[in-house]
DNA sequence: TTGCTCCTCACGTCACGTGAGGTGGC
DNA sequence: TTGCTCCTCACGTCACGTGAGGTGGC
């Protein structure tokens, strides 16, 4: 038993190079309790194999809408049934926020693609801008 | 010339009825210069007809990926073809971001239906995991 | 006169980034 | 010994939200 960690256990910087996150980004989820270390190696943190997965899944959820209190909920549930219910929430305000970037997109795009000297002179444009605070 | 305001002047109100935007959201884009005041009736702002219109010009930017800072040059640079430039590179990483999301989409959606127990034991799941961090 | 929303600070939030000053492994 | 990345605070950032204490229009 060692307390520095044993012979599978990963280097902070080979979690880095791996995922591409900083250290600064694992002190604040180790913070919220989303993930731990196993121990140190000199001042080093040591994580377990697994905690690239971990890493993997907290990204997932991020991109999907949940804040990292809500994915440490989520973690905590895992096993239970109602992080469906959540899933399903998050689902449809997913659907609505790829909807509006598609909006947008097309909005960005006819812009560029656009002829007019001035885009605000545009009728096309106008209705775009229009159509987000209707009268 | 009355420094209070002319008649076709929209209260503060009026304009957080027509957006759904909060005082304070007009308080911080009047602070970064973003929309100005024409003036006030007490201590309330008054709004030319065309705040509208800017507002949600500043939306549709804000939704395409642009901060705050880049939609004030942006506004600027409004007569000035280098805009293009820009909105084209912006539009390329929205791509990503909508790409990036529809993924996230797809693994909610799969995790909602997956029989599995325990989602980590599902391999389907475990293969979008995998594929976020890939060793 | 009573609500209501506005006003001005100033500080809080979220998910980190960054900078200061320092330590440990290779 | 020299780099390098890590370490621990503490404060900064972005786009606002919120709370305190106060004012003005209807």
Redesign the pocket.
Known sequence: MRSSGTVEDMD??VV?ENTGL???????YEQLGLIASTGR?????QYNDDIVETLAVIALC?RSGF???EIGELMVRRHNAAWKTIARAKLESLDRRIASLQEARDGIQHAINCASPDIMRCEHFRHRIEAIYPI
């Open positions: 902070i910087g880095r900083s250290a600064a980004t694992l002190h604040h190696v000199g001042l080093r943190r991020q804040t990292l209190e």
